[in-house]
Structure formats: structure tokens, C-alpha cells
């Protein structure tokens, strides 16, 4: 007599456990791939790893990585990285404008005025620079528009009002933020019509040229301080009256060469020889004729206005 034996289910238990494992398995492969991003595997090319990069990464903890998007040839393209020249130049520039800054409230100001001439000169160059270099970039475009709020829109204000507005109170308060308010609003509207303006002009007084003329006056009033204790209230007004009509017209419409394209054509002859006759008078006295060439130039955006209006 055989005695019945209950079924055993261990084979079927252990089957069982082996599905729930794979089906675990299957179902955490998902995020481990998508947290995983950052390693790239051997059969995605770069740019398709940068666009996987770029929409799975959450940019969580510690991270010094930049990645940025646009579109070239009607195609999206993701990149990491910065370049190196450029964007160093344009870091020089910052500091010119932060040194500018710490002189002017220490009352060094020709040494303030120099600092703003040197960003000037770095900002015309790391724009080249990449150019060049075929190495342009949204985070370089952005990057130089932040360095030019400083070193054009905040550090001429500090300079002039610490030189010649703070004795007139809040009227100098206002007259100096005016100045950097027209400077922001300068560079924010060059950013959103890049590439739809024509690159032969700019719309409005560009910030650098500006910052110069606001930093020419006052190493001009350094030079020339006979005025101090004759005239200091009427030099005060003008002074504040001058940072307010160079802050408009930034943010004006009229349009001024921009000479971007200046270096690709031949000239008469005879323009090299007026241009080493103006370099010759100007190092006469070169805050005066800087000073005298940014107002003939900023005159003439507002004459060749007026005449293509008439």
C-alpha cells in the first residue's frame, strides 16, 4: 500500500523565483541606463552621447561640465566643454572691470579709467579671438554679455559718481543708475537680435564706446583740474548730465558703423594718411582726443539719422 506524498513545489518555487528575479532584473535596467548617461558606451557616437547627456542628466551634486545646444545646418547639435582663448580673454576683461571698480571706490581714479580702456581693448579682442579660432558658442555669447554689464555698465557708474555725483545725493544716485540701467538694457536687446540686425551697424550707442566716453571725461577733468574749487557744481551738473545722454543712447535706435567688416575692404590711399594725422593729434593730449573721436563719432550716428529721415 502506497501512502499518497503531497507535490513538491520546490522546482515550481524556485521557477517562480527565478521569473520575479529576471523580471526585476528587466525592470530595473531602465533607470540604470538612464543613470548611467554619463559613461558612454563604445557604439554611440559623441554627438549622439551629448544629446543623450543633455535630456537624461539632472544635474545633481557636484559638477563643473557645461552643455549647451543650437542648431547648425537645420540639425540640433549638443556639445560639452568651453573654449579655452575666448572665453580667457573675455575673463580678463571682467577682471579689468572688477579692478575698476575696487580703484574707483579707493579714489584712484585714473587708475579706474585705465582699468575700463584695458577691458575695452580685451572685449574687442576675444570676439575676434573666436572668430579666428572658428570657436564661437551660446555659453561665449553669454558669458561676454555678463563681463560687458560689469566692465561697461556698473564700473563706469561706480567711477563717475565716485568722482564727481556723490555730492549731488540721490540726483547723482539716479543720474549713475541710469547709466548702468541703459547698459543692461543695451546688452539684453543686442542679445535677442543677433543675427536679425545687419552686422554693418549697430542699433544704438555700443556699451564699450560709452563706458569710453563717461571714462575719457573724467581723465580729461583729471588732467585739467583747474576748475577744482571754481566751478565744481556746474562741473557736477555736466558731469551728470553727460552719463545720462551717453546711458540713452545705448538704448536709442539710431545706428552706428560698427566697423566689423571694416578690415575686409581696400580704401583710398589717402584715408591711411587721415588716420596718421588724427593718431598724431591725439597723442598730443590722448584723453582729449580720445574724448574728442568718441563724440565725433557719436554725433555721427545722429547725423546720418537725421539725414536719412529728411
Same mark, same amino acid.
Given at each position: 500500500?502506497?501512502?499518497?506524498?503531497?507535490?513538491?513545489?520546490?522546482?515550481?518555487?524556485?521557477?517562480?523565483?527565478?521569473?520575479?528575479?529576471?523580471?526585476?532584473?528587466?525592470?530595473?535596467? %531602465?533607470?540604470?541606463? @538612464?543613470?548611467?548617461?554619463?559613461?558612454?558606451?563604445?557604439?554611440?557616437?559623441?554627438?549622439?552621447?551629448?544629446? $543623450?547627456?543633455?535630456?537624461?542628466?539632472?544635474?545633481?551634486?557636484?559638477?563643473? %561640465?557645461?552643455?549647451?545646444?543650437?542648431?547648425?545646418?537645420?540639425?540640433?547639435?549638443?556639445?560639452?566643454?568651453?573654449?579655452?582663448?575666448?572665453?580667457?580673454?573675455?575673463?580678463?576683461?571682467?577682471?579689468?572691470?572688477?579692478?575698476?571698480?575696487?580703484?574707483?571706490? @579707493?579714489?584712484?581714479?585714473?587708475?579706474?579709467?585705465?582699468?575700463?580702456?584695458?577691458?575695452?581693448?580685451?572685449?574687442?579682442?576675444?570676439?575676434?579671438?573666436?572668430?579666428?579660432?572658428?570657436?564661437?558658442?551660446?555659453?561665449? %555669447? @553669454?558669458?561676454?554679455?555678463?563681463?560687458?554689464?560689469?566692465?561697461?555698465?556698473?564700473?563706469?557708474?561706480?567711477?563717475?559718481?565716485?568722482?564727481?555725483? %556723490?555730492?549731488?545725493?540721490?540726483?547723482?544716485?539716479?543720474?549713475?543708475?541710469?547709466?548702468?540701467?541703459?547698459?543692461?538694457?543695451?546688452?539684453? $536687446?543686442?542679445?535677442? @537680435?543677433?543675427?536679425?540686425?545687419?552686422?554693418?551697424?549697430?542699433?544704438?550707442?555700443?556699451?564699450?564706446?560709452?563706458?569710453?566716453?563717461?571714462?575719457?571725461?573724467?581723465?580729461?577733468?583729471?588732467?585739467?583740474?583747474?576748475?577744482?574749487?571754481?566751478?565744481?557744481?556746474?562741473?557736477?551738473?555736466?558731469?551728470?548730465?553727460?552719463?545720462?545722454?551717453?546711458?540713452?543712447?545705448?538704448?536709442?535706435?539710431?545706428?552706428?558703423?560698427?566697423?566689423?567688416?571694416?578690415?575686409?575692404?581696400?580704401?583710398?590711399?589717402?584715408?591711411?594718411?587721415?588716420?596718421?594725422?588724427?593718431?598724431?593729434?591725439?597723442?598730443?593730449?590722448?584723453?582729449?582726443?580720445?574724448?574728442?573721436?568718441?563724440?565725433?563719432?557719436?554725433?555721427?550716428?545722429?547725423?546720418?539719422?537725421?539725414?536719412?529721415?529728411?
Amino acid at each position: 500500500m502506497t501512502t499518497e506524498q503531497p507535490p513538491n513545489n520546490s522546482n515550481s518555487l524556485n521557477k517562480n523565483r527565478s521569473e520575479d528575479n529576471n523580471l526585476n532584473d528587466g525592470l530595473s535596467k %531602465e533607470p540604470l541606463l @538612464q543613470d548611467s548617461a554619463a559613461t558612454q558606451p563604445p557604439f554611440v557616437d559623441e554627438h549622439e552621447f551629448n544629446i $543623450r547627456l543633455a535630456d537624461n542628466d539632472n544635474y545633481d551634486g557636484l559638477t563643473f %561640465e557645461v552643455i549647451e545646444a543650437e542648431v547648425a545646418e537645420g540639425k540640433r547639435v549638443v556639445s560639452r566643454g568651453v573654449y579655452l582663448a575666448p572665453n580667457l580673454i573675455t575673463t580678463l576683461s571682467l577682471l579689468s572691470g572688477f579692478f575698476s571698480i575696487l580703484a574707483s571706490t @579707493q579714489g584712484e581714479f585714473y587708475k579706474a579709467s585705465l582699468a575700463i580702456f584695458l577691458s575695452a581693448i580685451l572685449d574687442g579682442a576675444d570676439g575676434r579671438v573666436a572668430r579666428m579660432l572658428n570657436a564661437q558658442s551660446p555659453f561665449g %555669447e @553669454q558669458y561676454d554679455s555678463l563681463a560687458d554689464m560689469l566692465a561697461f555698465g556698473v564700473a563706469p557708474a561706480i567711477l563717475i559718481y565716485s568722482f564727481a555725483l %556723490e555730492p549731488l545725493g540721490r540726483i547723482g544716485i539716479g543720474c549713475a543708475f541710469v547709466f548702468t540701467a541703459c547698459g543692461a538694457f543695451r546688452l539684453a $536687446r543686442f542679445n535677442v @537680435q543677433i543675427g536679425e540686425v545687419d552686422k554693418k551697424y549697430f542699433v544704438g550707442l555700443a556699451s564699450p564706446l560709452a563706458a569710453i566716453l563717461v571714462t575719457a571725461a573724467v581723465m580729461v577733468a583729471v588732467d585739467h583740474n583747474e576748475w577744482v574749487g571754481q566751478y565744481d557744481t556746474l562741473v557736477m551738473m555736466l558731469f551728470a548730465a553727460w552719463v545720462v545722454i551717453c546711458g540713452l543712447l545705448m538704448v536709442s535706435n539710431v545706428k552706428y558703423y560698427s566697423f566689423k567688416e571694416f578690415d575686409k575692404k581696400k580704401v583710398p590711399f589717402v584715408v591711411l594718411i587721415v588716420g596718421v594725422l588724427i593718431m598724431s593729434i591725439a597723442l598730443y593730449d590722448i584723453p582729449v582726443g580720445i574724448l574728442a573721436i568718441g563724440i565725433i563719432y557719436a554725433l555721427s550716428g545722429i547725423f546720418t539719422t537725421l539725414k536719412s529721415k529728411m
